[in-house]
């Protein structure tokens, strides 16, 4: 009971303190004086600018088109759909997309949309895409003349859709 009294006693001394004369959470690893947290200062937000010289800011016009890929967290489908995300982003590097979205969604969904339109459901397009065939299909709804490099050349196989143009060289089966 004397234990239980005394410990009562402290914490209440402790609480009584100024803030001042608390100790900081923040203590260096030596044992020293404690020292204050660096704080870094807030930055702007991204997407405003100061257009006037007396400093009003004015919204800057968003260039990119907006990514958002819904997934389901029941799922686990988390992970990959922060990779496509990261695909996405490294992809379309030269301002294509402002932003990539993660968004959780009803239990078993999983679509990608560009600026609202969908360009892969999980369940109409049979599965999960692969990366090449997701950025093939976000290419054609941001910058069709965009070519994607090593993506956009069919592995050897692979039969031509309807409509594509044979290149040189290129033996018909």
Known sequence: MRAITLFLLVCSKALALAPAQRRPPYRSRHGSAPTAVPRLPRAAPARTALAAAD???????????????????????????????????????????????????????????????????RKTDGGFPEAKVLKQRVRDAVAPSLSLGHSDVAAPGDVAAPGDVAAPGDVAA
Not at 61 to 82: D, Q, T
Not at 106 to 118: C, F, I
């Open 55 to 121: 400093g009003a800011a004015e919204p800057i016009a968003v260039v990119g088109a907006k990514v958002r890929i819904s997934y389901c967290p029941g799922c686990k489908w988390l992970l990959r759909s922060a990779y496509f995300a990261q695909e996405l982003l490294t992809t379309f590097d030269g301002g294509e997309l402002s932003e990539v979205a993660l968004a959780p969604a009803a239990s078993g969904t999983w679509t990608v949309e560009v600026d609202g339109e969908v360009v892969w459901d």
